[in-house]
């Protein structure tokens, strides 16, 4: 059975923001199928009681005082900008 | 001999009694450097001119202190103000940083000269720095084989006497699994021990960086000069330093050591299993003492590394994107357009490989079955860990479970390649230590040995790992070139 379909990849692909030709929605399609069903070993494993871990330490809410800083130089940060005008990061038209 | 054959404190010493200057140090890199870096390919920028300026700098200054003067190496994912940083990917190949990372500034306060950036696989994703996007860097000790990867040039640049030091990053054994690949000592701290502040991140749970260095006693020194807590990383933590260096006493007696029989099970070739037990009489022979221990979850490590590695890597690549930094693709026809051809142009395969499990294991109707069971057995792993360090003080086993293979040898199998990575991977699942030291050689490759403390006791890794090498010779051997 495989575990992805070429069209799920394809919409991985659109979510994930990557163009994709058909060649390489193809050879995705055969390696991810391999890495899920390799990860579907984790099956094997009774986890219904066991606690997610997303951290390894207890570490909550790491907060500053909250006081006003200055940040980082508007020329400093343009300056690794592709495309830009008047101080402002140019984009293409996103309203029709 | 090199002057990088003598250790920080023999080279401090010549400083001290003007038997060389601070420019002779950044000299003697630079000269290696163009001696053989066409062959070896480490570094993919050179920062030459102010290397040698800080080195004029440093010597009038008379400041002292065992890092300083010293030439060393930066992993291409720590930024580096001024100094291109690419991660090896395409799409920075033009990124200038506008600062500089926390481990960055703490070296300049303790005085090291960074000579360059050095190859890794691209944004530290593969075991081999084959997935660099520049260049495929190659063993010092066989020209025809991996480093290893992803920190394969700051591995090879050290083993290859390029620098006496350099800094990596671990993400499931990128500074480890290299170092045993080149026959030197590489570190992963506990997690949050050293700042990620300024390091393109790839899995924020579970990156660190580390020294690789020719001993373990400068090991334990460039550590040291790199930890502590950073207010620009909410999850470095706030533990006291340590001085590591101070406390390498030479005495293991009592110490007990945990031996998992998943390290040295299946896939564990019969040479590396041979290397290992020979390490642990020569700590026996010490006055310490080893148990066989399980480490039960240990064959599920790469499968939840996977899974939340790429889930992390396809939240925190979502950045490059071609609007504020790097590579932009020409000819969008709309916004969307842009940053899938951007992100398609400037991604190599490994990275779309990752970001598309990534997106998927956490897409709607998969996150519970494949993400949060990832994290559940995360848990596991962890306990194991925990379960084992009750009764020990620390666990022994390979590194990798065999030495460095040739290069193109399975660069077309991911499955294989993250293989190589089950003996490193679940150290960074349970956030724990562990470094990797010289011990033997198979077939004229190096192996290592690796050695895992409790949360936050490099102290005690660093201790055992020092006594083994003062008992052993195999990180006297260099590579021919």
């Not at chain 2, 991604?347 to 069971?373: C, H, N």
Request: proline share 4%; charged share 25%.
């Amino acid at each position: 059975m495989t575990r992805i379909s070429e069209e799920q990849v394809r919409h991985v692909a659109h979510l994930a923001r990557l163009a994709v030709t058909d060649e390489e929605v193809h050879k995705f399609t055969e390696q991810l199928d391999a890495i899920i069903t390799f990860a579907e070993q984790l099956n094997e494993l009774d986890t219904s009681n066991v606690k997610p871990t997303s951290h390894v330490f207890n570490m909550k809410n790491v907060l500053r005082e909250d006081k006003s800083e200055l940040g980082l130089d508007r020329e400093d940060v343009l300056k690794n900008a592709p495309d830009q005008q008047d101080g402002q990061i140019r984009v293409p038209s996103i309203i029709e | 001999m090199s002057l990088f054959d003598h250790k920080l404190n023999e080279i401090q010493s010549m400083l001290h009694k003007k038997e060389i200057t601070i420019p002779d140090l950044v000299d003697e890199s630079f000269k290696r450097i163009a001696a053989i870096d066409g062959d070896v390919k480490a570094f993919l920028t050179l920062d030459e001119e102010n290397a040698r300026n800080q080195a004029k700098e440093l010597q009038e200054s008379g400041k002292t202190g065992i890092l300083n003067g010293v030439p060393i190496g930066v992993k291409d994912n720590i930024v580096t103000k001024g100094l291109r940083t690419t991660a090896a990917s395409q799409i920075l190949y033009n990124f200038d940083p506008i600062y500089d990372a926390t481990v960055v500034n703490k070296l300049r306060e303790a005085g090291t000269i960074t000579v360059g950036k050095l190859n890794m696989d691209e944004f530290a994703m593969g075991s081999s720095t084959e997935n660099s996007s520049y260049q495929k860097t190659r063993n010092p000790w066989n020209l025809d084989r991996v480093p290893g990867g992803s920190s394969g040039g700051s591995a090879a640049s050290v083993a290859a006497g390029e620098v006496p030091f350099s800094l990596g990053s671990d993400t499931g054994g990128s500074i480890r699994q290299p170092a045993s690949f080149c026959g030197v000592v590489g570190m992963k701290p506990t997690y949050g021990r050293v700042s990620r502040f300024g390091l393109i991140a790839f899995a924020s749970s579970l990156d660190q960086i580390g020294p690789i260095t020719r001993n373990v006693e400068d090991n334990a020194h460039l550590l040291e000069a790199i930890v502590g807590v950073d207010p620009y990383d909410t999850t470095s933590a706030n533990v006291p330093g340590e001085s590591f260096a101070k406390n390498l006493t030479g005495d293991v007696k009592g110490l007990r050591i945990a031996v998992p029989k998943e390290y040295l099970g299946e896939g564990v070739s019969e040479e590396v299993k041979q290397s290992v037990l020979a390490a642990l009489k020569v700590l026996e022979g010490q006055g310490a003492s080893w148990e066989e221990v399980s480490l039960p979850h240990s064959k599920y490590g790469v499968a939840t590394y996977y899974l939340l590695a790429s889930s992390e890597a396809s939240s925190n690549l979502a950045r490059f994107d071609g609007i504020r930094y790097g590579y932009r693709a020409e000819n969008a026809e709309n916004l969307i357009d842009l940053y899938k051809k951007t992100r398609a142009e400037g991604f190599g395969d490994e990275v779309k490989r990752r970001i598309m499990l990534g997106t998927f294991a956490l897409s709607s109707g998969y996150y519970d079955a494949y993400y949060k069971k990832a994290q559940q057995v995360r848990t596991l792993i962890k306990k194991d860990f925990e379960d084992v360090f009750e009764n020990y003080d620390v666990i022994i086993g390979p590194t990798t479970p065999t030495p460095a293979f040739k290069i193109g040898e399975i660069i077309d199998d991911p499955l294989t390649m993250y293989a190589n990575d089950i003996l490193t991977i679940p150290v960074n699942l349970a956030g724990v230590p562990g470094i990797s030291v010289p011990c033997g050689f198979s077939d004229g490759m190096p192996l290592g040995l690796q050695i895992i403390g409790r949360h936050f006791d490099e102290k005690t890794v660093y201790r055992v790992a020092h006594v083994y090498e003062q008992a052993t010779d195999f990180h006297k051997e260099k590579p021919e070139l």
